[in-house]
Structures are given as structure tokens and as C-alpha cells.
DNA sequence: TCAGTTGTTTATAT
DNA sequence: AATATAAACAACTG
């Protein structure tokens, strides 16, 4: 389920089998994942047109065509699917994009997110807003000046798209216990040596989710402790906490992840 | 039956 | 002003 792992494999998707190929028919099978634009308007709008190389801003992709760009998000549930022409589709295909070669088919459960259209460059920054630097393609000083010093805990500020952009609740809590950094710390009291091993650890993370496309759930990573109703922590044993953070489930090592740098910790 | 969900926005409260 | 919490969106799972 969508972070940047998982949008960076939509964009993959889209560059291996629609760049460069000219949009045959477009079906919208449920409007609702539809965001200010309507099926008609969708159709008309890019039946015809070709795809340039996709982009992707933190969990936004952005598909150009030498028309008007779209722009989806997959909330939660969202995937996009290649397929060949013809073979079955499923029942939460929301929207199918005809290519030459196959089908491109937006898929999406809930449909708490969506797609829309951008007809000129401007219009593109105003749908995804005040969003922050992507966190692929941050620096060190960047990421470190971005965490903030205020208050917040810096789990909630690494899940604030404005902050930094593409980081999700799995993800966030991953690159936490492997800079072994306790989420609910205030950023205000981060030292530098703790913005570093974020940021290597952020690298890290992400270099190891991206190739999965998902946040693996592999050995010696938290993802795959924290579904365990009595999971331990995969590098020193100690029973996970479990409790809410910044709005959201939130996993972590209170050995490694003490307030004080934790006796157990062994960042990486 | 009901809580819970890997995302985001908005409203409300502190 | 900044920060925190809850609800809403929608549809499914355990």
C-alpha cells in the first residue's frame, strides 16, 4: 500500500509501457476516484494523446502528455496495474487507460484519493500544494533544516508531506528504529548526530523499499515484527511498544529507541 | 457487531 | 501561533 516505494514501481509501470505511447481509449468505470474533472472531460482530454516520461513528487505521480498532465494519488488502496488487453478485469479497476500495447488500469479499493488533471505546469503545483522537497532527492542540510525545532514529535514530522514529502506511516517507522531515534522525541531536542543518522538511515530504507517496491516486510526489519501480537524487537529481543503517535499506529523499540540513546542500539 | 486500516484534509481544542 | 486530536472520506478485514 502506497509510500514512495510503491508510487516510485506506479511510475516505474508507467515509464516501461506508456511512455512515449499514444492513449487509445480511456474508461471510467467508477467516477468516483474522479477529483475535479469529470469522465467526459477525463476522455476527451486524453484520448489521443501521448505520454511523456512519468515524474514522481513524494506520493504524487505525475504522468505529462503533450496534452494536459495527470496527476493521481493512491491513498491508501490505490495500485496501478499493467495488463493485456482483454484479460479479466477487477472489480476495483476505477479507471482504464487503452494503450497501444495493453492496459493501464488504476485500481484503488477505497478510493480516498484519485486522479485529476493539470492542463498547464502552474496547475500541477497548485494540486500538490504546500508539499515539501521529495524524500528521495533531499540533502543531508535540507532534511536536517526541514525536521524543524519545534515541539512536534518527530514521527509526526516525518509524516508531514510538507515537511518532507513521500514518507508513510510503515516507512516512518521503519527509518526510526533503524536510527534508533524514539518517535515521540521532540525535533527540538535532535541533536545533528541524530539529523544524520535519520538521513542515512531515510537512504537506507528507502534503497532496500524501492527495488521491493514496498516497504519489506524482511528479516531484521521492524515491518516484519509489527504485525506480531508478540513481536520483539528483530535486532536486540526486547518486546515492541505499541501505542498511537502523531495520530497513527506507531511500532518501536523501547530498548533501542529510549529517549537516552538506547543500550541496545546499534544504528543501522 | 465493531474496531482497525500503510493517506489526506478539515474542524475543533489546547 | 503552534500543536494535538478527532472526524470524515470509503470499503473491506478479522
Known sequence: MPELPDVEGFRTVLAEHAAGRQVERVEVADAGVLRDVS????????????????????KWLI????????????????????????TGRHRHDRVVFTLPDGELRFRDQRKLQGMTLAQRPADIDRVLGDIGPDALRVGQRD???ALGTGRQAVKAALLDQSVIAGLGNLLTDEILWHACVNPR?????????????????????????????????????????????DAGCPRCGTPLEKDRVGGRSTVWCPCCQSVEPGPCCQPG
Open 39 to 58: 469522465a467526459q472531460h477525463l476522455q476527451r482530454s486524453l484520448r489521443g494523446r501521448r505520454f511523456a516520461d512519468p515524474e514522481r513528487h513524494g
Open 63 to 86: 504522468a505529462r502528455t503533450d496534452g494536459p498532465a495527470l496527476l493521481m494519488h493512491f491513498g491508501m488502496t490505490g495500485q496501478l496495474h499493467w495488463a493485456e488487453a482483454g
Open 143 to 145: 532534511f536536517a533544516a
Open 185 to 229: 522525541r521532540p525535533v527540538r531536542q535532535l541533536e545533528p548526530a541524530d539529523r544524520d543518522r535519520l538521513y542515512g538511515q531515510l537512504r537506507q530504507v528507502l534503497r532496500e523499499a524501492i527495488p521491493a517496491r514496498q516497504v519489506p516486510a524482511q528479516a531484521g526489519w521492524l515491518t516484519a515484527a509489527r504485525e506480531a501480537d
